[in-house]
């Protein structure tokens, strides 16, 4: 867990300074953790920072990587990290961050509602993320 991502949906329509964020951040982040990551086998990267929810196929290198079974909601054995924003509790403002009209290929989901994520572990094999 961070809380910053390294993956979201930035929206291709505004600069790169409205993007900061989805774009910029998410790219620095990447060339100083997602190696690391990927090479010890992390499943999850579960941030929050943008105050909405995405829910990603497994990614590495902006590339999504097939699992040994991969569905929607279900992957098994998978062989990147399933990156999780889970920002959507709203901020001081009274409102979530508006989402991308133009979402990246990887994004399963993604939600302005107010809420929040529940990890079930069940053994050193099977998780559920609701």
């Not at 951040?25 to 990447?30: F, H, V």
């Not at 497994?58 to 569905?71: A, C, G, H, L, M």
């Not at 909601?73 to 999780?84: T, V």
């Not at 959507?88 to 961050?97: L, R």
């Amino acid at each position: 867990m961070t809380h910053h991502p390294m993956y979201c949906s930035p929206n291709h329509r505004e600069p790169l300074k409205k993007n900061k964020d989805c774009q910029r951040d998410t790219t620095y982040l990447q060339g100083i953790l997602e190696d690391m990551v990927y090479q010890n086998g992390v499943d999850f990267y579960i941030t929050g920072h943008l105050h909405n929810y995405e829910r990603d196929a497994p990614i590495y290198r902006n590339v999504t990587i097939q699992s040994e079974i991969d569905k929607k909601n279900y992957y098994k054995n998978p062989q990147a990290p399933i990156h999780i924003v889970s920002g959507a509790a709203g901020n001081d403002h009274e409102h979530n961050d508006p989402l991308s009209p133009t979402p990246s290929l990887w994004n399963n989901f993604y939600s302005l509602e107010y809420g929040s994520g529940r990890m079930i572990i069940y053994n050193s094999t099977h998780a559920l993320w609701e």
